[in-house]
């Protein structure tokens, strides 16, 4: 059973199901998700191959392997009390609904948030200080290095990642020196 709860906003929700590898990163790293309903509402598709005409289409993200594994869960105390909508009002007032709900359910729990979000990862930092924050090319890097991942793998990850999520590490992550040095063709 996984020993550490993290909370994942949709962003990283998306990043992470765009991989192909959530369920080996989440083992690797003895992760458990806390997933809001919104957010896995949220983070329903990801792009697909090209079609005929070379646009992209879009394909459903499939949940199923985390779901089987036990590695999603939502405590259904997690919205009970005052805690909890004191916290949901503070982050709502910079955030989107839904975004601002993750916030207020890692605050609350005294949980680490895993997101890629800009915005959200600055109204955690304000709001919870003390908090861990992940983003997700710190998991992916950490948990390749966990499962000895050659480093064509890892570039398969990287370029799964960039096309099905449309991802592009920000000029502040702490990891995008290593993922341009995995730079997927």
Not at 166 to 184: M, T, V
Request: aromatic share 8%.
């Amino acid at each position: 059973m996984p020993t550490k709860q993290v909370v994942i906003d949709a962003c990283s929700a998306i990043n992470l199901l765009a991989t192909g590898r959530a369920l080996d990163f989440l083992h690797a790293l003895d992760w458990t998700l806390l997933v809001l309903p919104e957010v896995r509402q949220e983070a329903r598709r990801l792009r697909g191959p090209l079609d005929e005409e070379g646009q992209p289409t879009w394909v459903p993200a499939d949940w199923s392997p985390l779901e089987q594994a036990g590695l999603f869960t939502l405590p259904s105390s997690a919205f009970q009390g005052e805690a909890f909508v004191e916290a949901l009002v503070g982050a709502a007032a910079h955030l989107t609904d839904v975004d601002a709900a993750a916030v207020a359910l890692a605050g609350t729990l005294g949980l680490p948030l895993l997101s890629d979000d800009g915005k959200v990862r600055r109204v955690f930092r304000t709001l919870y200080p003390a908090l861990e924050l992940h983003a997700t090319l710190g998991l992916i890097r950490q948990a390749s290095n966990h499962l000895g991942l050659e480093p064509g793998s890892v570039k398969d990850v990287l370029r799964a990642l960039r096309w099905k999520a449309r991802f592009a590490p920000p000029k502040s992550d702490p990891d995008r020196e290593w993922y341009l040095s995995h730079q997927p063709d």
